[in-house]
């Protein structure tokens, strides 16, 4: 499956995190160009996947993820988290950032999505309010690659 399909059909899965069309729109353009890692059930079906974008030589970010809810704590965010820092590790990455909503705006989804990549090793750096637009606050957190 082409990645922007694949892309669609997992963020279509879960509009309480992608229900901003315009946006979600963007990263199914997007995800066509950027390394992307997908997870399958055993028929074939998506689950899961996770695109990132390359920023410079050694910083990248994860720029979009997402998993089909009903797999949800089932390993597989880790499995893709895990795949893209294996990739990057190969080609001498050593920082990886990830933007989510942040913790001042409360919604329980995006609470466990910040738990998550906490679990997974990262740290909030900076929450950035004005670039997702009033009421979206952004996280910006960060791990190390070494």
Not at 114 to 131: C, D, K, Q, T
Request: glycine residues 8%.
């Amino acid at each position: 499956m082409e990645r922007s399909q694949l892309c669609a059909s997992i963020l279509r899965a879960v509009p309480e995190w992608f229900g901003i069309e315009s946006a979600t729109a963007e990263y199914i353009r997007g995800v066509s160009e950027l390394p992307t890692f997908a997870s399958r059930d055993d028929s074939g079906r998506a689950t899961g996947f996770l695109s990132l974008k390359l920023h410079t030589q050694r910083a990248a970010e994860i720029w979009v993820m997402a998993v089909l809810p009903e797999r949800h704590r089932t390993g597989i965010g880790r499995t893709l988290v895990a795949a893209a820092e294996s990739y990057l590790r190969e080609r001498s990455f050593e920082l990886l950032q990830v933007k989510t909503l942040g913790p001042t705006h409360p919604n329980e989804g995006y609470g466990r999505t910040r738990l998550f990549y906490e679990g997974v090793g990262f740290l909030a750096l900076e929450e950035i309010h004005g670039l997702w637009g009033p009421d979206n606050p952004c996280l910006v957190m960060v791990k190390t690659l070494r």
